[in-house]
């Protein structure tokens, strides 16, 4: 067989028989989900899950269909908010005033019965959003492991706050308690993990949850609501489903949300904020936009800059809030770096989830090429070209990566987060060019600065502290190790994330307090020694 790039794109697509035995994969009909404790049975309007991965029928290419998920209505929505105000019930619901061993029990139940799962879940990764096999199975420890680690981080806070504070005559003991009912709403690019870096914290807090699964990326969560059915008490944790333009308003609009959590857009979030009545009242923790810039200076190592910046643009098709999205390079470097920064991506081997070393697979997002394609004309119309060889060739659902010079202001591909295999490269004289993109930029994540020079990198570092909430040196923006803060200025976040700032977001410091005298002393000693608050507690969980 040809071995040209022509003939392994004719061919990235096989049929049903040419799928390994071990990856195939049988149509998911949902017609459940979990509400109020229960899984209850839905039997109206459903939504038909289509795979990015196409299979050859003869001398055609179709979708995949791999099953069906509900498409509830308001009236569903508003019952699951009943369920999760009920659980919460002022704060006196048995999950809220749980002790926090207690509700790491439940949480590490949850955790082993999620285990169980992770060979459907991994393959319904793979099938619904194309993610690589290698991949998918990364996302699926990582996550684990951030379940094991909240634990952890929780249980170092409640040791340290099983003490008393004593100031002034007047004794404290200062804890953390939730804050009522949460919405949470994951991405499709981590529909697994993402989601849990958020869910995870606000429901060991002792929160109540409405969970809504994102919109690719749906069907994983299936096989995970019994594990949550059978770990929490009812109405802890609603899945809803439905249109979020049909749903979402009147839960928020009720008032009755108390957290909103959401990893996507900043225009989302801005609209879902507006609609609570009482936005003083509503915390907010989102994971928004970003056009994280990578800084290649005079004086960077060109080869590694290359290495860092494809994987930082190209990991799971650029198709990450943390992505690299534009790449500034001097003028004077320009041409090395572009020759071998195309050279690395030809390299990059391309094809379906389930293929070894795969790095560059189908997109999930149905009209995302069409975007790509837009992006490209736009910027070609205003003089920039592809450099690579076949960037921006696209089969079906595959879109080749195009790297895109040079870009300049007027263009798409310098304001927009294109959230795909587009790398837009600008050339620059005087790195204060790209100090002043930054501040002008409405996004505000991340920065990797590729430079050998201490005093260049010094200089660079003060300012883009300011404007970015991470800047990286000499590597590839990333939101780990998870003990790091993860955030963003400006319109790229709200709110922290991280294993011990995570738990924190979806909780407040509470205290109970007391002037030191023989009554009071003799009286809170009672309390504590007899067990009779869960608050006010000095045992040591271990």
């Not at 979030?269 to 936009?289: C, F, T, Y």
């Amino acid at each position: 067989m040809e071995n040209t790039f022509e003939s392994k794109l004719n061919n990235l697509f096989v049929s049903e028989e040419q799928i390994p035995e071990q990856f195939r994969i049988e149509e998911i009909h949902q017609k459940e989900y979990l509400s109020n404790g229960i899984m209850k049975q839905w039997n109206g309007d459903v939504h038909d899950v289509y795979s990015p991965v196409y299979i050859k029928k003869g001398e055609e290419l179709k979708p995949k269909l791999i099953g069906s998920y509900p498409v509830c209505t308001e009236k569903e929505a508003q019952e699951s908010l009943t369920s999760a105000v009920e659980a919460y019930n002022d704060g006196r619901g048995e999950w809220p005033t749980m002790s926090v061993a207690e509700r790491i029990k439940h949480v590490e139940q949850f955790t082993r019965k999620m285990i169980a799962t992770k060979d459907k879940v991994v393959k319904l990764i793979m099938w619904e959003i194309g993610k690589s096999h290698a991949d998918a199975v990364k996302e699926f420890d990582r996550t684990v492991e951030y379940i094991y680690a909240t634990i952890d981080s929780l249980k170092n806070l409640d040791r340290d706050s099983s003490k008393f504070e004593i100031a002034e005559g007047i004794a404290a003991q200062i804890r953390r308690s939730p804050l009522g009912v949460v919405l949470c709403m994951g991405p499709f690019n981590y529909p697994l993990n993402e989601t849990f870096t958020t869910l995870i914290p606000a429901l060991i807090m002792g929160n109540t949850i409405l969970f809504k699964p994102p919109k690719f990326g749906t069907l994983l969560h299936y096989p995970l609501q019994e594990a949550f059915q059978e770990s929490f008490p009812k109405g802890v944790i609603n899945v809803i489903y439905g249109r979020g333009n049909v749903i979402i308003p009147g839960l928020m609009g009720s008032g009755k949300i108390n957290v909103l959590t959401l990893i996507g857009s900043s225009k989302v979030a801005n609209e879902l904020k507006k609609q609570h009545p009482k936005v003083n009242r509503l915390r907010a923790v989102l994971g928004l936009d970003a056009k994280n810039a990578s800084i290649i200076t005079a004086n960077a190592d060109i080869d590694l800059a290359i290495k860092e910046t494809v994987t930082g643009s190209l990991s799971f098709n650029g198709q990450r809030c943390t992505a690299l999205k534009i790449v500034w390079v001097h003028r004077s470097n320009a041409d090395e770096f572009i020759n071998g920064f195309n050279k690395a991506v030809s390299e990059l081997k391309f094809g379906l989830p389930w293929e070894e070393g795969v790095s560059l697979t189908p997109l999930p997002e149905p009209y995302k090429i069409d975007y790509l394609n837009e992006c490209i004309a736009d910027a070609e119309a205003k003089g920039a070209k592809v450099m690579n060889e076949n960037g921006g060739v696209s089969k079906a659902s595959f879109f080749f990566p195009a790297v895109v010079y040079p870009v300049t202001a007027e263009m798409k591909l310098y304001h927009e987060e294109q959230f795909g295999p587009i790398i837009p490269i600008v050339p620059f004289d005087d790195v204060e060019e790209v100090i002043q993109y930054l501040i002008d930029a409405q996004f505000g994540q991340q920065v990797s600065i590729f430079s050998r020079d201490a005093s260049e990198v010094g200089s660079l570092i003060d300012p883009l502290v300011n404007q970015v909430s991470r800047v990286n040196i000499n590597s590839q923006s990333q939101r780990g190790p998870d003990i790091f803060p993860f955030t963003g200025r400006k319109d790229s976040a709200e709110g922290t994330l991280s294993i011990p700032d995570a738990i924190r977001s979806f909780s407040i410091r509470s205290l109970v307090a007391f002037k030191m005298n023989d009554a009071n002393n003799q009286l809170i000693n009672e309390i504590v020694n007899d067990d009779k608050s869960k608050f006010l507690s000095t045992r040591f969980i271990f």
